[in-house]
């Protein structure tokens, strides 16, 4: 009667209410069977109340796909708090992941001739990720505010492996 594929999506929508349909939009490449999200709601009872608790207490999660030349996360906004990037390398060659709390937009943020530079205002990395794996980074009180996520690796910043990020 539960899935366990559904707890993602139920602790996802208890960090933001409209997180369940982006997860399940993006995350219909890991797993078909919850790609179908025209029930949530049908389908969620009150006893997924419990995740939500756990939810809150550990902060919220996010899940990131690194691919040639892209970076797409979901959800695209969190509370302020602890936050988790679970942050897979779905490419062919290594990437690089870093958090920066900035004003400029993701795209505007590193010098396109030199992006590997000293970051200003970055707040975490994955300094290296190889293709097909997985690291998580946690940071422990991320504020709200205007976040950009890049990799800063030599021509991936410049090819588009940036997004923007909100903390609110």
Do not use: W
């Not at 982006?22 to 029930?39: D, K, L, N, Q, R």
């Not at 608790?53 to 970076?71: H, M, P, Q, R, Y």
């Not at 992006?115 to 097909?132: F, K, V, Y």
């Amino acid at each position: 009667m539960h899935h366990v594929s559904r707890r993602p999506i139920a602790l996802t929508a208890a960090a933001l209410s409209i997180g369940a349909l982006a997860v399940s939009g993006c995350g219909s490449s890991s797993s078909a069977a919850t790609s179908p999200a025209t029930t949530p709601a049908a389908s969620t009872p009150t006893t997924t109340a419990a995740p939500t608790t756990t939810a809150a207490g550990s902060g919220a999660t996010v899940t990131s796909s690194l691919t040639e030349f892209k970076i797409a996360s979901a959800p695209a906004s969190v509370p302020a708090g602890r936050v988790t990037f679970k942050v897979s390398n779905d490419g062919k060659i290594k990437h690089q992941f870093t958090v920066i709390r900035t004003d400029k937009s993701a795209a505007t943020v590193l010098s396109a001739h030199n992006p590997n530079d000293d970051i200003a205002g970055a707040r975490a990395e994955i300094a290296s990720l190889a293709p097909g794996a997985t690291k998580t980074l946690v940071v422990k009180n991320l504020k709200a505010g205007h976040y950009a996520i890049v990799c800063a690796l030599p021509g991936h910043y410049q090819s588009g492996m940036h997004e923007d990020f909100t903390v609110q």
